[in-house]
């Protein structure tokens, strides 16, 4: 069974730009979460999706923005990037329903100069 | 907002030591669970603790929950070099499953375990 996939796995932007990133869940795996992993704030809960809809929102301004496809695909996008959203963003999937196990992908690291 | 403390953040140990990493919490989870992540990989998830006083062993890792579901430690049995990387415990607030996506990190301990 393959695991989660993220692409891309580097990116690197400039202040201001706009990034988009994609994750490919588990197949039959219908939630995804989003986490945003760096040095200083460790790993801190972005969103979670669930059949096309948000169910969880962390703590982030509203320039991280997120959707889920039909298929359980999910991208997250962050607009008027900042020095400060330089970071590892990882998804992870979830059977959903009572499931507690979620499954990572390798990650999308953004380095924004 | 509920926080996990880990310690320590950092553990330099010879090989066939054994060690003990520790998750504290003011507040109650529901469940908690625990992480490895290497470099340039996601986390990897080794056990899920539900159920408060829980202990579960995974060959040589015992992994137990507090009885008031606020802590949780990760001990290791005679480490290897294998055993390196970043141990991470991570917390669901409630039980059910329109929660169970959304997790709460702790800092995470760095292992680092010499041949």
């Known amino acids: 069974k393959a695991g989660v996939t993220q692409t891309p796995r580097y990116l690197i932007k400039t202040r201001g730009q706009q990034v988009t990133l994609s994750c490919s869940p588990i197949?039959?795996?219908?939630?995804v979460s989003w986490y945003q992993q760096t040095p200083g704030q460790g790993l801190q809960f972005l969103f979670e999706?669930?059949?096309?809809?948000?169910?969880n929102k962390g703590n982030f301004p509203g320039r991280f923005s997120g959707r889920q496809f039909s298929n359980s695909r999910s991208e997250m996008n962050v607009s008027t990037l900042e020095l400060g959203d330089s970071a590892l963003y990882l998804c992870?999937?979830?059977?959903?329903?009572?499931?507690?196990?979620?499954?990572f992908g390798p990650g999308t690291r953004l380095t924004v100069t | 907002t509920q926080l996990l403390e880990q310690s320590p953040q950092f553990l330099s140990i010879q090989e066939g030591e054994n060690l003990t990493v520790y998750c504290n919490s003011s507040?109650?989870?529901?469940?908690l669970q625990w992480y490895r992540q290497e470099p340039g990989e996601g986390p990897v998830l080794l056990v899920t603790?539900?159920?408060?006083?829980e202990v579960k062993k995974l060959k040589r890792l015992t992994f137990q929950f507090g009885d008031a579901r606020k802590d949780s430690s990760l001990h290791i049995t005679a480490a290897q070099p294998g055993d390196t990387g970043l141990y991470l415990c991570?917390?669901?607030?409630?039980?059910?499953?329109?929660?169970?996506?959304?997790?709460?990190f702790g800092q995470g301990t760095i292992l680092t375990v010499h041949p």
């Open positions: 992870a999937s979830r059977k959903a329903g009572q499931s507690r196990e979620q499954y």
């Open positions: 197949s039959g795996h219908r939630s």
């Open positions: 999706y669930f059949s096309e809809t948000q169910r």
């Open positions: 507040s109650v989870f529901s469940s």
């Open positions: 603790v539900v159920t408060g006083g």
């Open positions: 991570a917390g669901v607030s409630r039980a059910g499953g329109t929660s169970y996506g959304k997790l709460t």
